[in-house]
């Protein structure tokens, strides 16, 4: 489902644009609104374009815009004239809901299949592998630079994996190709984004991986990290970053589970997948959503209970 969307079009006439993505705000969600926010102020200068997100890891610190970010969410009288809701549908914009609610012109673009379009103008195409790429494919190069594709490059790594996921197509390299003409340093901002952890970020996976659990037949493998322990490392959420994807990694392993305790009985559920489940099926049912691949949500319960819901899922396509 997408409308014709002309961006800078859209924009015409406006004063104060806003953009947001969702709570907790992965790589391409942080990406897409840097990468949106700069191509705006290179078409229309003159306007205020503001960046409404959660905490964003450092690691992003190089796309320019970062540092604009706007985290508190405080209320403001004036209504934006124009918002964009990137990488998520209105559900999961959290404290942005209320600027999406109030602007004059509402605009929702995004590349996950559980998004039925909650814009006034809405651009949602699910065979596209990440939400930078569908903004690559709807942008005019006239106001495309180097920073922009920096974002646009960082995002589309980020959410493909490097490129390793199946939502990766011929058209994504392609798009990758050409932003890559820009010239930025694309093996610094890979390894960056991807690949680079901070020392109480081995040490928080290091411990993952050896209390980690395999069952059903060794084809899945959950670990956790509950509150106690992480005060005792003093770690937060930005820190369990690579954790899941490298549970997935291991050899047999078909569905990896990673779980971080928020409240009790509550937790953050990561999962990752091989070609065998989708687990973004998985995740809607419980509230969530994702990637075939590639998905979360958040569950009530103790820790045995929400291992023994996702396994019932699991095991459905398992067979």
């Not at 996976?205 to 493998?221: L, P």
């Amino acid at each position: 489902m997408t409308d014709i969307l002309d961006i800078i079009k859209e924009c015409e006439g406006a004063e104060k644009i806003g953009i947001s993505g969702h709570i907790r705000p992965d790589g391409d969600a942080i990406s897409s609104c840097l990468a949106l926010r700069r191509y705006i102020l290179n078409a229309m200068p003159e306007v205020k374009v503001i960046v409404n997100l959660e905490y964003c890891p450092t690691i992003f610190n190089d796309l320019v815009g970062y540092d604009e970010i706007v985290h508190d969410f405080a209320d403001d009288p004036v209504p934006y004239d124009v918002y964009f809701a990137l990488d998520c549908n209105y559900d999961r914009l959290g404290d942005a809901q209320k600027y999406f609610d109030a602007a004059k012109k509402r605009i929702n673009i995004d590349h996950h299949v559980s998004n039925k379009g909650d814009g006034d103008i809405n651009a949602v195409e699910p065979e596209i592998s990440a939400t930078a790429e569908l903004l690559c494919k709807l942008m005019d190069k006239r106001y495309i630079d180097k920073d922009v594709a920096m974002a646009l490059y960082c995002g589309m790594v980020t959410d493909t994996g490097v490129f390793q996921y199946e939502c990766t197509s011929p058209d994504t390299m392609r798009r990758a190709a050409d932003l890559m003409e820009y010239g930025f340093n694309f093996p610094k901002l890979i390894q960056r984004v991807f690949f680079e952890k901070t020392y109480l970020q081995s040490q928080i996976m290091g411990r993952c991986m050896m209390e980690s659990v395999r069952f059903m037949d060794e084809r899945c493998i959950v670990s956790l990290v509950d509150l106690k322990t992480a005060e005792f490392y003093g770690v937060a959420p930005k820190d369990y970053e690579g954790i899941v994807n490298q549970l997935v990694n291991i050899r047999g392993v078909d569905v990896a589970i990673f779980m971080y305790q928020t409240a009790l009985q509550e937790f953050k559920v990561s999962l990752r997948s091989s070609e065998a489940v989708d687990v973004a099926k998985i995740a809607v049912k419980f509230g969530g959503g994702g990637h075939n691949r590639a998905a979360g949500c958040t569950m009530k319960g103790t820790f045995h209970d929400c291992v023994n819901n996702l396994s019932d899922r699991i095991a459905e396509q398992l067979g």
